[in-house]
């Protein structure tokens, strides 16, 4: 072999070389991002453990010192009495209770019977569906013995009932034909408790429907933010691992996560999503996710907990751990200008809705814009 066919096998072996070398590098540089193990804290040193037992030099003590240590209250002295135990406060339960119908959102119906009704008849009378259409319908009766408003339950009696709808949800203002069938539910109700219902007019309630629909669909605020990755794309698991430490969990669907309020069983402060199938898919780790979608759902969270203060600090760690860049929904990238008026007009729609008595958050405003 000449010197010149072993310099050009050389040359094309490093040629070669390079193109195996690069293809290597761009699939790894351009393979999803994944989860990094998580960092534990060192194990204690061997040497330095020790397994419980009894110490052959430990300290005796003898017969009187045991007699005077301070062995604590004498038991007999500190019994408590039962029924001063069933007397203490209970401290009041951390979940939001839902209030009762509201003739705020709601239309109202009368129900009076003969005699009292025990609850288990009117369990037994209960339509089997709580919707009259697309609108929540409930009924509620006056107890008895606490005298406040509730849904009927066993072994209790109640001096009369109520029926209602909600005016307007996202699905729209209560119509005609739903103001019938809640009509319809609530006197086959009233008819097996036996009571005489008084509905209110059918035309001025449907009108008032469109009234709080047309105000809720001018007051219904839902932001949410596209993070794009700046050249990798992200993994689940690299998104799981991220947001974790920015305090947001699992949600009920894949492809969604969830940043808890402080309160336990309200909606969630804010939510992260991503594409199902990816979330999915029999190798998780391969599926290339190019964005993810940051959103607050204004109405459901109260003002108290400074949502949008939130969602941007959330944004600016997200992107700058995860390489990535703050789009609008369409894609294009947000300056930072861009979030001053947002805030400004979220706290005017914050004030109209307070004025209306439907703070974000409240229970009448989560009903409403659901």
Same mark, same amino acid.
């Given at each position: 072999?000449?010197?010149?066919? @072993?310099? /050009?096998?050389?040359?094309?072996?490093?040629?070669?070389?390079?193109?195996?070398?690069?293809?290597?590098?761009?699939? =790894?540089?351009?393979?999803?991002?994944?989860?990094?193990?998580?960092? =534990?804290?060192? @194990?204690?040193?061997?040497? /330095?453990?020790?397994?419980?037992?009894?110490?052959?030099?430990? =300290?005796? %003590?003898?017969?009187?010192? $045991?007699? +005077?240590?301070?062995?604590?209250?004498?038991?007999?002295? =500190?019994?408590?009495?039962?029924?001063?135990?069933?007397?203490?406060?209970?401290?009041?339960?951390?979940?939001?209770?839902?209030?009762?119908?509201?003739?705020?959102?709601?239309?109202?119906?009368? @129900?009076?019977?003969?005699?009292?009704?025990?609850?288990?008849?009117?369990?037994?009378?209960?339509?089997?569906?709580?919707?009259?259409?697309?609108?929540?319908?409930?009924?509620?009766?006056?107890?008895?013995?606490?005298?406040?408003?509730?849904?009927?339950?066993?072994?209790?009696?109640?001096?009369?009932?109520?029926?209602?709808?909600?005016?307007?949800?996202?699905?729209?203002?209560?119509?005609?034909?739903? %103001?019938?069938?809640?009509?319809?539910?609530?006197?086959?109700?009233?008819?097996?408790?036996?009571?005489?219902?008084?509905?209110?007019?059918?035309?001025?309630?449907?009108?008032?429907?469109?009234? /709080?629909?047309? %105000?809720?669909?001018?007051?219904?605020?839902?932001?949410?933010?596209?993070?794009?990755?700046?050249?990798?794309?992200? +993994?689940?698991?690299?998104?799981?691992?991220?947001?974790?430490?920015?305090?947001?969990?699992?949600?009920?669907?894949?492809?969604?996560?969830?940043?808890?309020?402080?309160?336990?069983?309200?909606?969630?402060? @804010?939510?992260?999503?991503?594409?199902?199938?990816?979330?999915?898919?029999?190798?998780?780790?391969?599926?290339?996710?190019?964005?993810?979608?940051?959103?607050?759902?204004?109405?459901?969270?109260?003002?108290?907990?400074?949502?949008?203060?939130?969602?941007?600090?959330?944004?600016?760690?997200?992107?700058?751990?995860?390489?990535?860049?703050?789009?609008?929904?369409?894609?294009?990238?947000?300056?930072?200008?861009?979030?001053?008026?947002?805030?400004?007009? /979220?706290?005017?729609?914050?004030?109209?809705?307070?004025?209306?008595?439907? +703070?974000?958050?409240?229970? $009448?405003?989560?009903?409403?814009?659901?």
């Amino acid at each position: 072999m000449s010197t010149l066919q @072993l310099s /050009l096998a050389i040359i094309g072996g490093l040629v070669l070389a390079l193109i195996v070398a690069y293809n290597a590098w761009t699939s =790894h540089r351009n393979a999803p991002r994944r989860a990094s193990p998580e960092e =534990h804290e060192p @194990l204690a040193d061997p040497a /330095l453990r020790q397994e419980p037992g009894f110490d052959a030099g430990a =300290h005796q %003590f003898t017969a009187e010192q $045991l007699a +005077s240590l301070d062995r604590g209250p004498d038991p007999s002295v =500190h019994t408590v009495d039962v029924r001063d135990a069933l007397q203490m406060p209970v401290p009041p339960m951390s979940l939001e209770r839902r209030p009762g119908l509201d003739p705020l959102i709601d239309v109202i119906a009368t @129900l009076q019977p003969e005699v009292i009704v025990s609850g288990d008849a009117a369990l037994a009378a209960m339509p089997p569906t709580r919707r009259a259409g697309s609108k929540p319908f409930a009924i509620e009766g006056y107890n008895e013995a606490t005298q406040q408003w509730e849904t009927p339950s066993p072994g209790q009696r109640y001096q009369s009932f109520q029926a209602g709808v909600q005016l307007a949800n996202r699905m729209g203002a209560l119509n005609e034909i739903e %103001f019938s069938e809640f009509v319809m539910k609530a006197q086959a109700f009233a008819d097996a408790v036996n009571a005489a219902p008084d509905f209110p007019d059918m035309l001025q309630e449907v009108a008032r429907a469109r009234e /709080l629909d047309q %105000f809720a669909s001018d007051h219904d605020a839902q932001l949410a933010f596209m993070l794009r990755a700046r050249q990798a794309a992200w +993994s689940p698991g690299y998104i799981h691992q991220n947001a974790a430490r920015m305090g947001f969990v699992s949600g009920a669907m894949p492809g969604r996560l969830v940043l808890p309020t402080g309160n336990p069983g309200l909606p969630p402060l @804010l939510t992260l999503g991503y594409d199902t199938q990816a979330a999915l898919a029999d190798d998780p780790d391969q599926s290339a996710i190019r964005d993810v979608t940051l959103s607050l759902d204004v109405s459901q969270v109260h003002r108290g907990e400074r949502p949008f203060m939130r969602l941007r600090e959330v944004a600016t760690a997200l992107c700058e751990a995860m390489d990535g860049v703050l789009c609008d929904q369409n894609g294009h990238p947000l300056p930072a200008m861009a979030m001053e008026p947002i805030a400004a007009d /979220l706290e005017l729609l914050y004030d109209q809705l307070d004025g209306r008595e439907l +703070s974000a958050g409240s229970v $009448l405003a989560r009903r409403l814009f659901s």
